[in-house]
């Protein structure tokens, strides 16, 4: 008979890293969308009416209907990713200004995966890692499993040397390990650098000899203006070669066609691509290989057609969001005119806290959104909040935007 | 104009645990795969012809059939898993002897997700992890990125006390961490644990005080004899419950079903789920919410059938590997008889080194497999070798064998 000593105490087995690791106000957000008179502003969550139903279907019966396409489909696949669909991303990126071969991309379980990867390869216990204050959520809680500090890039600000940033690093216990941004329709801002802020970014970077990380996944979906020459471009072009640059850049499928296949690609010079190639066969092996195959179909069929349909589908809601805080926000809230993306954000007076208000809004108002404290690393901005008007329809973007705008008014 | 400074050197750039990652033998061997006049015995992918074709493809039309379901399908969705999917593995581990909830079930990308995530929730650098000699290599690729120490497991000797395993875990800078094994037709050796052997780690489990991790992948794959309760039932019936239990399993689709959908699960006391789940989120926000409803489908719908066909395909390949080992292999090499899974472990005489003929296997016999010693932690095990007997036909594994064997008989 064996022993039953006392239960294992599972807490204190834990590796360090762990301590760092907490629920998060987005998690506990989504669930929301579950309520259905709620009306949700959180989540980055694409309107699943642009998904391609009827190409999906056929794209399946497809690859089901020849058995040696569906025997590939369903096996064990290679770590780097689908061939055919390396080779359509190396020609989109060359539409962007990236010059690179398949040996240049890995493919990942969406940019999620690509970030968490990227913060395991560089980060040790004590690094810092450079981004903006706000920056995406997600990217800090993939960063923060490694222990980093974070100190913030000077990206719209610029009275900070070079030596604060090594001294600061150096104080934490250990190097600046790269700077980390979403250089196209934010999130959580919906802010887009210029071409001079990318390029001063980029000389940051060379000064103070770092990568830099540019997140993209929004940049198809522009709405107004001109597409800004990627940052990986631009140092691809003063260095001669992505061989040479500084820049990895992370792409994603799933804003564009759907998130729910779990596809997106890091594109880097190839030793880095190498390294990572491993950390992502340690990690699952490969990426599903169907779910590559359904993605590559898809955008070699309609890639363009896609990007078309979702810029008009989402500039009509932006337009509604951004007219409906015009007519209902009270005096002294500021709000971002995204060119592109999904998201507003909204910063209230200063003596108002949107976390505290937050309650009120899902309890009274029956509206949701993400306090925009979240996606500051250091935990200010509580005076902030983000909005997202993808998923929501028109009447519901101005019933939920007349009902906060109220909300904020009666807190005022 | 930008400066164009010299290119950054990314291998000072990386953490230290990328130090450890390198490119592994059963990578490389799975491009040969490609060669299709190479019989391989390497690898251990399923065969192709039992994937049910007919039933994915009904299950893809079904789901991108209806609106509602096809939008959740293709959507984000939460980082637990499929609802209805934990609660078919519910049952499934109450068929196992193990009775939890959906709270007990967090959905991975495959087993090895599992592995990768479990290594990174317990292990510091020094840390040691036991593990049998000869173990899964992908656990060894997936532990290693957080520079742990490797100490081997009693299993199969007992020589070792429990104390000598704190002071060499101590000695090496940390502290014990767990127990991995696959206890079920184990990768690479076949062999399986009875009952007897798994009390017995448990209590060792016990006087250690350390978690146990239970890989179990091919358990539903028995070719002859009746099955061993799992370890986790051990200690639930031992501890009453799983939440005392010190246990945590992972289970998998891809040897059953399709490994191309990348669905496994992870089985453990709630409180390590919850942060396991936070993991999750922060590494890919979650699985493939489509492959999930794909594989939770077919789970319901023919689980126990798939099991049989597969059990009556591979039982007549394992049959014909063993038999034409027992033709075909010169007297001094020794093999294991699975009583299920994909593997047979062939032990060649001390002086011939697997490595070193693996060259000729391959240019001269056209014949491949996996040296032996890639799945010691040690590096030790030069004279042993892994047959996997899934991919190939009964008739190449005949000619495949029988070229093996010469080969083997001209080397000694």
Redesign the interface.
Known sequence: M????S??D??T??????AG????EI?EL??LLDQPDIISFA?G??D?AL?P?EE??NV??QI??D?KV??????????EGDAGLRRWIVGYMAKRGVTCDMDNILI???S??GL?FLG?????AG?TALVEAPTYL?AL??F???EPVYDTLPTGQSNRTVASYRDNAAAAGGTA?FAYLVPDFANPTGRTLSVAER?EL??FA?DL???VIEDSPYVALRYDGVDVAMIQA??CA???SI????VISLGSF?KVF?????VGWICA?K??IA?LT??K???????????QRVIATLAEARFDRQVAQGVEHYRVKRDAMLAALDTHMPKGVQWTKAEGGLFVWVTLPDHLDATALLQDAIEQARVAYVPGHAFFADGSGRNTLRLSFSLPSVQMIEQGIAKLGALVAQAL
């Open positions: 064996p022993k039953t000593d239960p294992l599972w807490g087995r834990y590796a360090g890293r762990m690791m907490k629920a998060s998690r989504l669930k989540g969550i694409p699943p998904f139903q999906i279907a399946y019966a089901c209907g058995r569906f025997d590939a489909a369903f096996q064990y696949s290679v770590s990942t379980c969406g999620q995966q968490e395991r390869m560089f980060l040790s690094d997600g809680q993939a923060s499993a490694m390990k390029e980029l000389s060379r000899d770092i990568p631009l140092d003063a260095t001669g061989e040479a640059s500084r799933s759907t998130p729910g296949l779990r010079p030793a880095v390294k491993l950390m066969q340690a990690s699952d092996l490969s990426s599903s290989a169907i779910n």
